[in-house]
């Protein structure tokens, strides 16, 4: 599967953006889903995932009640919508996919379990 990454920009302290994750393939229900981020001089770390049909998801604790992650499998297209922007949410937003069952897994939350990724979208928080 191939990953398109899209919706980052400058944005300012408090607002939102709309991430957005194109995939290609027949079989995108199928896949785990999940976005990280990496700031410049830190390592890559989980943002949210989510299940192949959509109905389980999961956050990283930091971005619980301001992030939310979801999937559209008729576009084969998974979304993270990001409220409440902080300064520190500044980083390289990158989609990443797997074909395991990853949601039901402790590995669901660690880069090396997915096996696809996308280019990466900047997102831009100022304060």
């Known amino acids: 599967v191939q990953l398109q990454a899209s919706g980052g920009g400058l944005v300012q302290a408090g607002g939102s953006l709309r991430l957005s994750c194109a995939a290609s393939g027949r079989t995108f229900s199928s896949y785990s889903m999940g976005w990280f981020r990496q700031a410049p001089g830190k390592e890559r770390e989980f943002v949210a995932g989510?299940?192949?049909?959509?109905?389980?998801?999961y956050y990283a604790d930091s971005m619980k009640g301001r992030f939310t992650i979801s999937r559209d499998n008729a576009k084969n297209t998974v979304y993270l919508q990001m409220n409440s922007l902080k300064p520190e949410d500044t980083a390289i937003y990158y989609c990443?996919?797997?074909?395991?069952?990853?949601?039901?897994?402790?590995?669901?939350?660690?880069?090396?379990?997915?096996?696809?990724w996308g280019q990466g979208t900047q997102v831009t928080v100022s304060s």
């Open positions: 989510i299940s192949g049909s959509g109905s389980i998801t």
């Open positions: 990443a996919a797997d074909k395991s069952a990853l949601w039901v897994s402790d590995r669901r939350y660690l880069p090396y379990a997915y096996d696809y």
